[in-house]
């Protein structure tokens, strides 16, 4: 089983750039396909964005825009970049892999990351 380690959460303004990482070890990472998930206080966890094993397909929700998650196989690392950033984006991010990526994006994941905090200030 991969093991996942999120990095890049923090504190930021409204309006601000941040880049999530998401460094896997363990199986082959390239086996998988990778997502990003966020949970906001009082919230039930929700899918942000996924990516296929091979980077070629993305899938996003339709409630987020101007993220682009992105993958480097030879890193072992999937991103997610996070733009215009909004204090409603205020949430525990969570990395996640699954080999079916129709099943990671209905929530059905193999494994998840311990989270990384981002705060969004206005």
């Known amino acids: 089983q991969v093991q996942l380690v999120e990095s890049g959460g923090g504190l930021v303004q409204a309006g601000g750039s941040l880049r999530l990482s998401c460094a896997a070890s363990g199986r082959t990472f390239s086996n998988y396909a990778m997502g990003w998930f966020r949970q906001a206080p009082g919230k039930e966890r929700e899918f942000v964005a996924a990516?296929?094993?091979?980077?070629?397909?993305t899938y996003y929700a339709d409630s987020v825009k101007g993220r682009f998650i992105f993958r480097d196989n030879a890193k072992n690392t999937v991103y997610l970049q996070m733009n215009s950033l909004k204090p409603e984006d205020t949430a525990v991010y969570y990395c996640?892999?699954?080999?079916?990526?129709?099943?990671?994006?209905?929530?059905?994941?193999?494994?998840w990351g311990q989270g990384t905090l981002v705060t969004v200030s206005s």
């Open positions: 996640a892999a699954e080999p079916s990526p129709s099943s990671l994006v209905r929530g059905r994941v193999e494994v």
């Open positions: 990516i296929s094993w091979s980077g070629g397909d």
